[in-house]
């Protein structure tokens, strides 16, 4: 008796305010912190505007249910960002469900590292770089603006362009990576991508953007290529239907960062310049969480300012690993040399 009651007392209830259908808008989700943290234990509440009784509250994020003890949730989660933290539970027989936005960030603060130049190798002046990558010992560069964006093999240790593909005039060469014999290639407004067969430049296909935003940067991990948008979201592309499958964002323990540029990918870690900075950082791949920040300032002053420079423009842009002397290589837009530095941790 005392069951059927419960039940037809909550569907009165129900009834008697409005008719409403969705008993969700009488809840909300109250959080001990604004600021949240990966790994972090926050209090956690549900608010229950009409002492309504409820069973069996889980808490989600992602699908992934959170560990919730003594009335604290642990924030033990694979990606961070811009998340929604959903609430579920039981009104009677009917199942409920409400949201609220939220921010993961990291756990701690981005670490500081500095840089030592191991060598210096001449630089195209009229390369506006756009992405850099090594394959088999040859530098791939791509350059950017509209009538001179072009793909290019190149002698690193020379500077001498050794193949050069011409883009069409109405678009502006963005990122490059190269992936199982292919060169994959952004443009940044024009919503549309290319391939490349790495041995000759010959054009393999285009493809086009799902709900990234622009063409920015590319990297890869061998499984699957990262794209960046100019948002805070780096994508995953399949590297063969080239369809965004899915997509981290780039945060500090303090905030959520948009300015990822050239990307390049070593050993879990995304690095990326920053957008019109003398900095790059270093990303956790899976995370998303900027787990570095390298300060490359001074090396712009060692540059000669050529015929093509653009005190606004002409900014560090350009990263490459290279895995057989195991050092970087970094250059900017219509800078006069290519810097091989090793990254070091700022003491």
Same mark, same amino acid.
């Given at each position: ?45 549900? $608010?229950?505007? $009409? ?15 959170? %560990? ?32 609220? $936005? !939220? ?5 701690? &603060?981005?670490? %500081? ?7 210096s190798y001449p630089h ?37 362009v050794l193949q050069q593909?011409?883009?069409?005039d109405s678009v502006f ?21 290319? %391939? ?13 953007? /799902? ?39 780039? !945060? ?13 990918? !070593?050993?879990?870690?995304?690095? &990326? ?14 995370? /998303? ?15 000669? $300012? ?42």
């Amino acid at each position: 008796m005392g069951k059927l009651f419960s039940i037809t007392g909550a569907l009165l209830f129900f009834l008697g305010c409005g008719g409403s259908a969705d008993p969700a808008k009488y809840f909300s989700i109250q959080l001990e912190n604004k600021s949240i943290q990966q790994n972090q234990q926050l209090g956690v509440a549900l $608010k229950n505007k $009409k002492d309504i009784e409820i069973s069996d509250l889980h808490y989600y994020i992602d699908g992934k249910e959170l %560990v919730v003890e003594n009335g604290k949730l642990t924030l033990d989660l694979p990606t961070l960002g811009n998340k929604t933290l959903v609430a579920k539970f039981n009104i009677d027989d009917q199942a409920v469900q409400v949201e609220k $936005k !939220v921010r993961v960030l990291a756990a701690s &603060a981005p670490e %500081v590292y500095t840089y030592e130049i191991i060598n210096s190798y001449p630089h195209d002046t009229g390369a506006y770089t756009q992405g850099l990558e090594f394959h088999d010992g040859i530098l791939y560069e791509s350059t950017g603006k509209k009538g001179a964006s072009t793909v290019r093999k190149v002698n690193f240790e020379t500077g001498e362009v050794l193949q050069q593909i011409d883009m069409e005039d109405s678009v502006f060469g963005e990122g490059i990576t190269i992936m199982n014999g292919k060169l994959y290639q952004l443009t940044w407004q024009s919503g549309m991508g290319y %391939v490349y067969n790495i041995s000759n430049l010959e054009k393999i296909k285009n493809f086009t953007y /799902g709900k990234s935003r622009e063409g920015w940067g590319l990297s890869n991990d061998g499984e699957k290529i990262f794209k960046s948008d100019g948002t805070e979201k780096i994508w995953f592309l399949n590297p063969e239907t080239l369809e965004e499958q899915g997509h981290i964002e780039t !945060v500090t323990n303090k905030s959520i960062f948009s300015k990822a540029n050239e990307l390049e990918y !070593v050993d879990g870690k995304i690095y &990326a310049n920053v957008y019109q900075k003398e900095s790059m950082m270093i990303i956790d791949a899976t995370s /998303g969480a900027i787990e570095g920040v390298i300060n490359f300032g001074g090396l712009k002053s060692k540059v000669s $300012k050529g015929p093509q420079w653009d005190e606004g423009n002409s900014v560090l842009n350009g990263v490459a690993y290279h895995p057989e002397r195991e050092t970087f290589f970094v250059t900017g837009k219509n800078w006069d040399k290519l810097f091989e530095v090793k990254i070091l941790k700022k003491d």
